[in-house]
DNA sequence: ACCAAATAGTACACAAATGAACTATTTGGT
DNA sequence: ACCAAATAGTTCATTTGTGTACTATTTGGT
């Protein structure tokens, strides 16, 4: 018995006392919710051993995955899906470590352009393993063409969501 | 251009330097952060006029989506899909500004039950017509056969996140 | 009946996230 | 050329979220 029952049980009720509440949309949004929510928490969990949180881990895999020599913070914010003041907050802790380069982007003054150190290399590919599998283990929910639906799918909602921001 | 294309090209690129990453549900695992950020960014800016914010809504939700006279703290833990130190700090607000009432458990004296008050109600319809608009914008995201496609993808993603935690 | 283990909810210290303000720099319009 | 508006990144105060410890109560095993 899924915790999520309780919360579904509690969006069907609503729906009866209050008929425009869209049950289906809630029932997706909060679903999107609970589903972050553990990753979160388990990948915690996971990347403890290595002195690091998710939302390092997210910051340092955008970093890992930029093939120029450094990118600017806010190009990291965008990847990262991070606010700018976290960013910054996230980056300090990572330069601090050791793990990150901060250096001044020649093109424009007011940029800054980060990147991973070697020691930050090599942190990344000590987690990578662990981090990989867990991954691997929300994807043996679906066959190959589950997975590539539901990317659609979400990438459709990101684009809305993203939308409803813009206009607001 | 989504923000997130420079998510994804980072995804990428890690999958080709390190091949065991598994980019298909590195994606999905983002995509589900990235909705979930912007769906709480958008949802405490409609809410704000109302004195309050996402974690707030979910938990007000949970109150009026509940048949029985009240819910225990655990009960409103588990619905809300929130730490049980947030519901208490949440609870305490929402008790402070009255739209709480908090009384024992006849049946076991550990317990607290907790409901809306009348004025809790009242400020629930007051802010549904709004939150049922956001959440059919994002609903319009999709056909009726896509929405249901959706619930059951991300109902078994959320099944397969909660067993990996438990297994940890 | 007794007692260890489990549970319920809260307090509290701390971590993480954020909004707003800020300074320096760049851009774009006149 | 000048200047207002926009941008980049950071700081800082505040809010939000969380892990852990705690007390009281209940449960389950002997």
């Not at 002195?51 to 955008?62: A, E, I």
């Not at 066959?143 to 799918?153: G, H, K, R």
Request: with cysteine; aromatic share 8%; net charge negative.
């Amino acid at each position: 018995m899924s915790r999520f029952d309780a919360t579904e049980n509690r969006i069907n009720l609503t729906h009866q006392r209050f008929p425009d509440y869209p049950r289906e949309p809630a029932m997706l949004v909060r679903l999107v919710k609970a589903i972050s929510q553990h990753v979160h928490d388990t990948a915690n969990l996971v990347l403890r051993q290595y002195g690091l949180n998710h939302t390092d881990y997210n910051v340092l895999m955008m970093l890992y995955g930029c093939q120029q020599e450094g990118m600017t913070v806010t190009q990291l914010r965008d990847a990262a899906a991070e606010k700018s003041a976290n960013v910054t907050r996230v980056c300090n802790i990572l330069y601090d470590r050791g793990w990150m380069a901060r250096f001044a982007d020649p093109q424009d003054r007011r940029r800054v352009l980060v990147s991973l150190t070697p020691e930050g290399e090599a942190l990344v590919e000590q987690f990578l393993p662990s981090m990989s599998s867990l991954l691997n283990e929300y994807g043996s929910a679906f066959d190959a063409q589950e997975t590539a639906m539901l990317e659609i799918l979400l990438k459709r909602l990101l684009g809305v969501a993203e939308q409803i921001e813009r206009n607001l």
